[in-house]
C-alpha cells in the first residue's frame, strides 16, 4: 500500500472525464463504487502514446464530444503521452487546449504517475533499475506493441532489471492464476522479469480530486 496516499471525498457530479483506455479498469472500479459520480466518462484507445496522430485524432474528438454535454472537463492523460511528431512544441498541454481551453489535465507524467507517488516507487524499486507499468498496460500488450519487433522491445526494456506493476485492481494475480502464460510470454518477449505490487486507490482519488477542485475553483 503506498503510505503517501490521501483523499477527500468530492463530487464530479458537473464534470466530464475524458481518459486514456489504459486507465478503464480502474475508472470504472471508481465508478462502481460511487467515488467517481462524473456527469459522463469517455475514452480513447488504450496506448495511443504509440500512435501520436491517432491519440491526436481520438482526444480531441472525445474533449468535442464532453463539450455537448459540460463544459467542465477534466483530463486524465499524462504530460508526456503526446508530443506532435511534425512539431515538438505541440505538447499535451497544447493539444488539450486546442479543444477546450477551460478544461484541466490532472498532474501527472503519465499513467503510473497517476496511481502512485515517485518516492513509493523509487521505495519499492530501491536500487534496481525499474521499468513500471499498470495493468492496462498488461491486458493491451499485444495491441500496445504490435509494431515492435523484437530488436526494439530489447533496445526498450532490457536496460531495466524488472517491470514491475503498479496494480489496484488485483488484475496481476488473476493473470497468474487464470493465464500465467500470457505473463511469461511478456517476459520472454521483454527479456526482463514481470512482477506487481498493490497499489492503493486513494493515491489516484487524490489526483483526479485535486484536477476536480482546480477546475471548479476556477
Known sequence: MDVNDTSQSLSFSDICIVSCGILKSEIN?????????????????????????????????????????????VVVYGERCFMDPNDPSRVMDILIKEECPEAVRIKASNCVDMLTSSDY??????????????????????????DWDKGKANEMFQQHEKIIVADAIGYYE???????????????????????????????????????????NR
Not at 40 to 64: C, D, M, R, S, Y
Open 29 to 73: 472500479h471508481l465508478q462502481n463504487d460511487g467515488f467517481l459520480n462524473a456527469k459522463k466518462v469517455l475514452f480513447t484507445a488504450p496506448g495511443l502514446h504509440e500512435w501520436q496522430l491517432e491519440l491526436k485524432k481520438q482526444l480531441k474528438n472525445q474533449i468535442k464530444t464532453a463539450l455537448t454535454i459540460s463544459d467542465k472537463i
Open 121 to 146: 516507487r523509487e521505495k519499492i524499486a530501491g536500487t534496481n533499475k525499474v521499468h513500471w507499468i499498470t495493468p492496462g498496460w498488461l491486458k493491451h500488450w499485444n495491441y500496445i506493441f504490435k
Open 174 to 216: 488473476k493473470l497468474i492464476n487464470e493465464d500465467p502464460e500470457k505473463i511469461l510470454e511478456i517476459s520472454d518477449w521483454t527479456g526482463v522479469p514481470i512482477e506487481s505490487v498493490n497499489v492503493s486507490f486513494k493515491y489516484f482519488k487524490s489526483v483526479l480530486e485535486e484536477g476536480a477542485k482546480r477546475l471548479l
